[in-house]
């Protein structure tokens, strides 16, 4: 029997090289991969950066230029951070690498943009006559509502809205789910359907609706309206959570003398408190930029919500004092940005246990 | 502690019809298993008497007394699901005393009874975790304690078993049982396990497609089952079964002819079962096929001029080896004649001449 000699390798082999060659590779290509992502994400970022800064900087008319400077600072730092993240392995030693960037670009920020910052563009929340400050009459006659107005409609507005559609979606998805009906399935593509549907093309119609009812004019007449073009997809979603809680536990809690309606809210409600959440968060932040409703149904000043507050402060006949326009939206953006820091953590949280496979 | 009566109780889904009129009845303090196949009824049977499902005819009765209208939730009947369904939200301790929550007990009421029950299946140290924090066997106490604690008329435990691995599944079959002998609470206990069934309960429903088979002991069941279906699902390894035909008081099967003692006419199935074949002597002459051992016996398949076979020795000794000449017997009290187109046991023996 001949022994067919296999090629081994005689030279020691080169770990060292080795392990340069993969870290030399491993860099290229996260750098690579975070560059394109960087590059994607600058066209979201700017238009963020410059709404900040001209709202604290601006004066009328659209002054850039310390959105430059910050950009011109910010941007190198933001370089030599992926650098150092990318080239030094000891996260000790990397975090300090970042936190020394952070203050020296923090230094360089002070003395570039700081002396150029003021909140004259923030009067508006302590001076409602906004509409005599600016370059000409506005559209609406001089007068301009308090921005404080605006922001308790919206805020009502968009809460009882989000409490309507939880009310009812949570309620109505539980039926779906438990129970064969008549019409259940049409019911569903119904309301695919529904959700599919371009809600723009029902404006005259619910104008001339909610003005025959009486409800034009109304936070009210709004709060109905939007509340049921965000049902549909609040009742798919509450179905597909519910559909996920086993009917065991149900029957379980029947049994241990619960009614029906007492096991659901013992039982199975806490069972899909992610799910009412998530569409109540989603219908508040609906609620909070609606626009289009918003602009046809209510005329009167004091029903004005944020919304119109910001499309009012744009429009000018003698053209537009942008540095105002960005620190409302700022304002404006705030709320949002902060419910989805505070709620992230609960949406993303899911546990299911108790019961077996 | 209630006796349990099923009047003609039947349920049905539209066209499909889960459960056939069905009557029985089950004594004060009584372990019954309902026994079957998969969709043979027993699940629907247990949630009948649990209120959850209302029958489609017939009367269900607690105690003489018809319950047909009292809800689910005012039964208090006990019930222990295949998957535990504890409420994966609440603690232990909040899970157990649920049922007691729609009750009006005063606090130490509750802290007694939770300490009772508690101590009856051994989890007095889990009460702070949350379910998915506890193995299968814990979750399956929690269930039986939550189940005991509102000291239930019924007792309801659908496949309790089944979820286990095989050592733990021993220790809760006389877990179980030691239980409801303690609490005296009658019990109904739905398997698929024959094992589990003849163990644990003092009578056994054998249930197949939405119909009762047979009701009877464990030793009724093997030795004298009602049907092919019973006889055939009691026992493990399962019957051997020999089609042929009975006349002229013979059972003809194969060219071979042999005695039968009783009445006996037609397309007929003889029924030996594998610890019944004596092997080494005995007027039938077989061919080890394969030989399996199981430790504390021995599996054989033997070739017949009946057909194949299988048969037990106890023990380790292994008599016979694979593609022996042996002979066979059986004794003319093991047998079991079925009817083959009712499938019902006939009131007769099948005799070796020797």
Redesign the interface.
């Given at each position: 029997m001949s022994t067919a000699a296999l090629p081994l390798a005689d030279a020691p082999v080169d770990w060292h090289a080795l392990a340069a060659q993969a870290r030399f590779r491993r860099r290229l290509s996260t750098g690579l991969l975070y560059g394109a992502m960087a590059l994607g994400a600058l066209p979201v970022l700017v238009p963020y950066l410059w709404l900040v800064t001209v709202a604290f900087s601006g004066r009328t008319g659209a002054t850039t230029f310390v959105l430059w400077r910050t950009l011109a600072v910010a941007l190198p730092a933001l370089v030599l951070a992926s650098i150092v993240g990318l080239v030094i392995d000891d996260a000790r030693r990397r975090r300090r690498g970042f936190l020394l960037i952070a203050a020296v670009t923090a230094l360089i920020l002070a003395f570039v943009a700081g002396p150029h910052l003021h909140l004259h563009n923030w009067r508006f929340l302590w001076n409602p006559d906004v509409a005599d400050a600016m370059l000409g009459a506005s559209g609406v006659g001089g007068k301009f509502p308090s921005v404080w107005t605006a922001f308790v409609n919206s805020l009502v507005l968009a809460g009882t809205q989000m409490a309507l559609v939880v009310a009812v979606a949570t309620l109505a998805g539980y039926y779906i789910s438990r129970f064969a009906f008549s019409g259940r399935a049409v019911f569903l593509q119904g309301l695919l359907v529904l959700h599919a549907f371009p809600a723009m093309t029902l404006i005259i119609p619910i104008f001339l609706m909610m003005y025959w009812i009486g409800l034009q004019d109304t936070i009210a007449g709004v709060i109905l309206v939007i509340a049921a073009l965000e049902l549909p997809f609040a009742i798919f979603v509450m179905k597909g959570f519910f559909d996920a809680v086993?009917w065991?536990?149900e029957?379980?809690?029947?049994?241990?003398?619960?009614?029906r309606r007492?096991a659901f809210f013992?039982?199975v409600l806490?069972?899909v408190k992610v799910g009412m959440l998530a569409i109540a968060i989603f219908a508040f932040i609906r609620g909070w930029e609606e626009y289009v409703f918003v602009r046809t149904l209510l005329i009167a000043q004091e029903n004005w919500t944020m919304s119109l507050y910001l499309f009012w402060t744009i429009t000018d006949v003698m053209g537009v004092d942008y540095a105002l326009v960005s620190a409302v939206g700022v304002f404006y953006v705030l709320p949002s940005v902060i419910l989805y820091l505070l709620t992230q953590r609960y949406l993303t949280q899911m546990?299911?246990?108790?019961?077996?496979? | 502690m209630a006796r349990i009566e099923l009047d003609r109780v039947s349920k049905r889904w539209g066209e499909v019809v889960a459960l056939e009129p069905t009557s029985l009845a089950i004594e004060n303090g009584e372990f019954v298993a309902v026994l079957g196949p998969s969709g043979c009824g027993k699940t629907t049977t247990l949630?009948l008497l649990?209120?959850?499902y209302h029958p489609s005819s017939g009367e269900i009765r607690f105690d003489g007394a018809p319950v047909n209208e009292v809800?689910?939730?005012?039964?208090n009947?006990?019930?222990v699901?295949q998957?535990?369904?504890?409420?994966?939200?609440m603690t232990v301790r909040q899970?157990i005393l649920?049922?007691l929550?729609?009750?009006h007990a005063s606090a130490q009421e509750k802290d007694r009874r939770l300490a009772e029950a508690a101590a009856l299946v051994q989890i007095e140290s889990l009460l702070e975790r949350?379910?998915?924090?506890l193995s299968?066997g814990q979750?399956q106490r929690v269930a039986l304690a939550?189940a005991l604690i509102?000291a239930p008329q019924l007792l309801l435990l659908d496949e309790p078993l089944s979820?286990l691995d095989a050592s733990l599944r021993l220790a809760m079959r006389s877990e179980i049982r030691r239980l409801q002998r303690r609490t005296g609470v009658t019990t109904i206990l739905v398997t698929h396990d024959q094992i589990e069934a003849t163990t644990m309960a003092d009578r056994i429903v054998c249930m197949r497609h939405g119909r009762i088979e047979q009701i009877g002991t464990a030793d009724e069941l093997y030795g004298r089952p009602a049907s092919l279906f019973v006889a055939s699902f009691i026992g493990a390894p399962p019957i051997n079964l020999i089609a042929g035909r009975a006349e002229d008081g013979a059972f003809k099967a194969d060219g071979i002819a042999l005695p039968v003692d009783g009445e006996a006419r037609g397309d007929v199935i003889l029924g030996v079962r594998p610890e019944g074949v004596s092997l080494g002597q005995g007027p039938l002459s077989a061919v080890v096929g394969e030989v399996e051992p199981m430790g504390r016996e021995t599996l054989y398949v033997l070739e017949t001029p009946l057909g194949t076979l299988r048969a037990l020795e106890a023990g380790a000794q292994r008599s016979f080896g694979q593609g022996e000449r042996i002979q066979l017997g059986f004794a003319a009290s093991d047998t079991l004649l079925f009817d083959a187109s009712s499938e019902r046991r006939l009131p007769a023996r099948v005799r070796l001449a020797s």
């Open positions: 086993p065991d536990i029957m379980s809690a029947m049994t241990d003398g619960a009614s007492q013992h039982v806490p069972q546990t299911f246990g108790g019961i077996k496979g | 949630l649990a209120g959850i809800e689910a939730k005012d039964r009947v006990g019930i699901f998957s535990y369904a504890l409420y994966p939200h899970n649920f049922p929550r729609f009750r949350l379910p998915n924090q299968g979750q939550r509102k979820n």
